[in-house]
């Protein structure tokens, strides 16, 4: 019997007793008893308990005496019944064992520098450097798993909504996607270089000028940005173009796939339509545009009602244009001191000038109006604590959404197992960079909203787009838009965000030629995999989803790149490396 056909350690229950069998896998660990010895052994599917007795096979257990963790074995047995009160219901195997007459070693294996199993100490480093040893505890195969069965969801649902996969290439053109390319210089055209792609965006586009209507690609894009906890380089992400869609069409594929999925992978079933919240109310209600609703936090604005407070740090900021916001902490009147001002601290360290809270120091400065006014806006009750933040708007937005975060985080009102979708739409067609610039908010290819034309020019900070983004339990798991598809709005839009005539061609010419052969009206969207991964196993790490990772500073610690390279091929390649001056 070879391996390919032999039955899976983790498929064994009790209908198989008296099968006899070949398993192959790694023992995971090894007991002596005195006389018997049992090993677990593990495999992709799970682990199963094999008892060695001396006995029986005797030439087995005399194998068996030098096994050692993370050895792979060929195993020969029957399966029988785990003796009454010898069950182990922690395993799906634990009703049975296999009584082992015969063991072949395969393959031996040094002490792992880590322990291959779920509650790991290691360092993630360490469990980095050595992924395929990670990969091999049960949390991490069974997330592996989890993504290879949502992404075979995906592709059964494509196909049956009559959407064409289309492979798009990996060497591009680089354009202003809203990240730094990765470049790759050209052996033949030296001096030059093509760009990894950030998304398949222009590409498909063109797809849809081509005529083919309905596509969609699981693709890989690359991005050089600075890593988070939910950011890697290379992300996966289900890639999808429409012609002659609306809003409408897109939020009704997206919803069934989405309901699929959880129904094919989870056994869920998943309510739509979805809820539906403007950008504006996001950013107002949970001081972000990607809002968790697994807890109840809600932000008021109390900037009316403090017009002419006297309590200067809240004046101050109204006075310059900004905003006061704020929200009940249920139960918080039992908060520490040192609790509210590891607040602030956050507060600050988010930008903010700090945090105000109310029953607190605040009080004195506060009219009995203002006070009641601060607690109806909140729905505080008795035992609540009001936080406040004032100023500049989106600061405020920002503040307040990080801090009714860590709030659900430290007093535990995250409701897990809810699967709370979402859609943020409209969105806004632009929006400030970390500068203070104008930058567009989604990509500069999405189209404004119609009745909002008129904006463009004057204040285009108020322009809707046409811009959507579907966010589960605070995730932004995939966003799209309905895409400009005449040449000369496109060629405005490109203008308001500062771009000469000679850089649009350069950049874009390709594109608006096109557009001069009959373009349809189109729209699509783009979900990231890893993201919907880390949402549906609900971890904030997306290495916990990813199989071979790089670290946040971008290395490959088990591969040891970047590395340098032979001078010859970079002579090839007409590049010269001019290492940075050391500093004095």
């Given amino acids: 019997m070879s391996g390919f056909s032999a039955p899976h350690c983790g498929s064994l229950r009790a209908s198989d007793e008296g099968r006899e069998l070949e398993l192959y896998g790694w023992v995971a660990r090894r007991r002596d008893h ?26 087995a257990h005399t194998n068996a005496s030098d096994l050692r963790s993370e050895y792979v074995v060929r195993v020969e047995g029957k399966v029988a019944r785990r003796r009454p009160g010898a069950e182990n219901p922690r395993m799906p195997t634990g009703e049975v064992e296999v009584v082992a007459s015969d063991l072949e070693v395969i393959s031996v294996a040094k002490t792992p520098p880590f322990a291959i199993e779920d509650d790991v100490e290691a360092d993630e480093a360490t469990r980095l450097k050595y992924r395929y040893l990670d990969i091999r505890r049960p949390k991490l195969t069974h997330n592996l798993e989890l993504r290879h069965r949502v992404v075979q969801a995906i592709h059964r649902y494509m196909d049956a909504h009559e959407f064409m996969e289309v492979e798009t290439p990996m060497l591009l053109k680089g354009t202003p996607e809203g990240s730094r390319d990765f470049i790759v210089p050209s052996r033949l055209h030296p001096g030059e270089f093509f760009a990894l792609p950030q998304s398949p965006q222009q590409l498909k586009q063109l797809l ?42 897109v939020f009704e594929l997206i919803e069934g796939l989405w309901a699929k999925v959880w ?30 609703l697994r807890f109840d936090l809600e932000i008021a604005d109390v900037s009316d009602a403090l017009r002419e407070t006297g309590a200067t740090v809240l004046r101050g900021a109204l006075d310059a244009g900004g905003v006061v916001r704020c929200f009940a902490v249920p139960g918080g009147k039992d908060m520490s001191r040192r609790e509210l001002d590891d607040l602030a601290v956050l507060a600050r360290g988010a930008g903010a000038k700090g945090l105000a809270w109310a029953p607190g120091p605040l009080d004195r400065h506060l009219s009995e109006g203002e006070m009641a006014a601060i607690k109806s806006a909140a729905g505080a009750g008795a035992d609540d604590i009001v936080l406040l933040v004032a100023d500049r708007r989106r600061k405020a937005e ?11 985080r430290r007093r535990k009102l995250v409701r897990h197992g809810e699967w709370n979708f979402l859609w943020v739409y409209p969105m806004y067609l632009f929006e400030e960079d970390d500068l203070g610039n104008l930058t567009y908010g989604h990509h500069p290819f999405t189209s404004p909203w119609p009745e909002d034309m008129a904006l463009l020019a004057e204040r285009p900070y108020d322009v809707r787009a046409r811009a959507y983004d579907c966010v589960l339990n605070g995730v932004e798991i995939s966003g799209g838009s309905i895409r400009i598809h005449d040449r000369e709005l496109q060629e405005r839009v490109f203008g308001i965000l500062g771009m000469d005539e000679e850089r649009i061609g350069t950049q874009f010419g390709h594109l608006l030629d096109a557009f001069e052969y009959g373009v349809p009206p189109h729209g699509g969207i783009a979900a990231g995999i890893d993201r919907l991964m880390m949402a549906i196993v609900e971890t904030d790490n997306i290495r916990d989803v990813v199989a071979f990772p790089k670290t946040q500073s971008h290395q490959d610690l088990m591969l040891g790149a970047p590395s340098s390279v032979d001078p010859k091929q970079l002579e090839e390649l007409h590049i010269q490396v001019i290492p940075p001056e050391k500093p004095s």
């Fill in 34 to 59: 005195g006389g018997l010895i049992f090993i677990d052994l593990r495999d992709r599917w799970g682990a199963i308990q094999v008892v060695f007795n001396p006995a029986h096979a005797p030439q």
């Fill in 208 to 249: 849809m000028v081509a005529g083919i209507g309905r596509y969609y690609q699981i693709a890989r894009c690359l991005r050089d940005e600075d890593l988070r906890a939910d950011r890697v380089v290379e992300i996966t992400q289900l890639d999808v173009e429409m012609a002659f869609c609306t809003e409408e069409d």
């Fill in 263 to 292: 129904k094919d992978v989870l056994g869920i079933d998943i309510p739509t339509p979805f809820r539906r919240i403007d950008m504006r109310e996001s950013l107002l209600k949970y001081g972000t545009d990607k809002p968790d």
């Fill in 398 to 408: 920002t503040v307040m959404g990080l801090l009714r975060r860590e709030i659900a």
